[in-house]
Nanobody
Framework: QVQLVESGGGLVQAGGSLRLSCAAS????????MGWFRQAPGKEREFVAA????????YYADSVKGRFTISRDNAKNTVYLQMNSLKPEDTAVYYCAAEHSSTVIRAGHANYWGQGTQVTVSS
């Protein structure tokens, strides 16, 4: 069982930066691939980024590539999403997710989900 708690969301102007954190409970955090998803009002949830259990590989949606960076610290049971050059279209609730396979995460699925944190980018 893994419990996930996101933090770091907020209101930022276009062009600004935010860093989201996702703290995980459980001793097996390092065995899970982790991902970030987002859901804007009236839209479906979409994949944003994923990282393998070791941190050796990362994956990004085309819409955030070059602007967002996913990373993890297995000693702290935490995964991060550094978001730079934010745009109004990045406004959404951001969720972190845990799954044994990064391939499954990239397909949009995961066994464990956080409660979400709101990111609002003003123009």
């Amino acid at each position: 069982q893994v419990q996930l708690v996101e933090s770091g969301g907020g209101l930022v102007q276009a062009g600004g930066s935010l860093r989201l954190s996702c703290a995980a409970s459980g001793r097996t955090f390092s065995s899970y691939a982790m991902g970030w998803f987002r859901q804007a009002p009236g839209k479906e949830r979409e994949f944003v980024a994923a990282i393998t259990w070791s941190g050796g590989s990362t994956y990004y949606a085309d819409s955030v590539k070059g602007r967002f960076t996913i990373s993890r610290d297995n000693a702290k049971n935490t995964v991060y999403l550094q978001m730079n050059s934010l745009k109004p279209e990045d406004t959404a609730v951001y969720y972190c997710a845990a799954e044994h396979s990064s391939t499954v995460i990239r397909a949009g699925h995961a066994n464990y989900w956080g409660q979400g944190t709101q990111v609002t980018v003003s123009s």
